[in-house]
């Protein structure tokens, strides 16, 4: 099962430009939750106002409307960028025209700073083409500026972030005055990027004996991007099934080797309903990940003498991610053979 990822969907709320999202991983519903019992939640309590950020004006004094982006997106954060408007505009709209090659510009989320309510607001998005994987996308929000001019430019915030997988993004703003103007801005490309992740010392066909030695994986990690990646963590999950029984973290053993403190043990927790389980490991590095720096998470597992016969295969893999945004996976499969009970 192509790794229990489905389980570990992770999902993301507001930020401050290039902070990671708060709040927390939005697991399954276990057995016992409300959810799962066909109750109503409480409701999210509301999110305080927010400081008004202070873009500087885009472009040159002789753009009528003009546009600017971070150079890069690291997924899973919030990136900057503005629009600045030097023409007069009366319940005039924006318009941004993106395109996407890569990733899914459904995966894309776009945010303008709503001065009246002091809160990032998501923007209207139209997907381009009707595919099920679009690569383009039309999104608009009114603006009014009506003393715009070449030296009192008026800027809009925006910040943006991708939250599937790195490629780039091109951006075409154009605005509509309300006086039967079309105004456009120079396109601009952003690079849509995340730290990189290497797993080894997990073989392909890894076998695990029942009550025997454990093996080790490695996962590195290190911040290839322009950015500090705060709250950087991993996951390890597991599932196996067979005919009668599952695996459950008793059957299992995780250690994490750190720093001063050798190898210690990690535990498994089951994941409600679905029968499989997963486990947070231990920080390894300074957070935030700063630029060019490096974090090494380094694994042991092994399948205990009392795990059920039933079960020769598991499904498992690790997970890294900033906060709540989960930027790479890797399914590490192994086979379970016998080994005698005692």
């Known amino acids: 099962m192509t790794a229990l990822a489905a389980g570990l969907a992770l999902t993301v709320g507001a930020a401050a430009p290039g902070q990671a999202a708060p709040g927390r991983a939005q697991d399954q519903p276990s057995c016992d939750t409300p959810a799962a019992r066909g109750t109503s939640t409480p409701a999210a309590p509301a999110q305080p106002p927010e400081a008004a ?4 004006p ?6 009528k409307i003009s546009y600017s982006v971070d150079s890069q997106l690291p997924i899973g954060l919030w990136s900057s960028s503005a629009v600045t408007l030097r023409t007069p505009v009366t319940k005039g709209k924006i318009r941004l025209d993106v395109s996407s090659r890569g990733f899914s510009t459904d995966s894309l989320t776009v945010q303008r700073y709503d ?4 809160r990032w607001v998501d923007l209207d998005s139209a997907p381009g083409g009707g595919s099920s994987w679009p690569t383009r996308a039309t999104l608009t929000f009114p603006v009014s500026a009506k003393g715009a001019d070449a030296k009192h430019p008026h800027t809009v915030a925006l910040r943006l972030q991708d939250l599937d997988r790195p490629g780039t993004l091109t951006v075409a703003a154009s605005v509509e005055d309300g006086r039967g103007h079309t105004y ?6 952003t690079t849509a990027t995340r730290p990189k992740v290497t797993v080894s010392r997990w073989q392909h066909g890894t076998a695990l004996t029942r009550g025997g030695s454990a093996r080790t994986v490695t996962v590195t990690v290190k911040n290839t991007t322009n950015r500090a990646y705060p ?13 009668t029984r599952a695996l459950e973290p008793k059957d299992l053993t995780l250690r994490q080797h750190r720093s001063g ?19 947070a490991l231990r920080p390894v590095a300074v957070s935030p990940l700063a630029p060019g720096a490096t974090a090494v998470y380094r694994l042991k597992v092994a399948v ?3 795990a059920p016969r039933d079960v020769d295969r598991a499904d498992a893999g690790v997970t890294v991610s900033n906060g709540d945004m989960s930027f790479f996976s890797k399914d590490l499969p192994f086979t379970i053979r016998g080994g005698k009970r005692t």
């Open 231 to 243: 709250a950087l963590g991993a996951s390890y999950f597991a599932y196996g099934v067979g005919k």
């Open 58 to 63: 885009a472009g040159t004094a002789a753009q």
């Open 53 to 56: 950020p202070a873009p500087a």
């Open 261 to 279: 403190r050798g190898w210690e043990r990690v535990a498994l927790v089951a994941g409600g309903c679905d029968p499989g389980m997963s486990a």
């Open 184 to 189: 456009r801005a120079p396109a601009r490309t």
């Open 304 to 306: 205990a003498r009392t």
């Open 115 to 118: 001065t009246a309510t002091r």
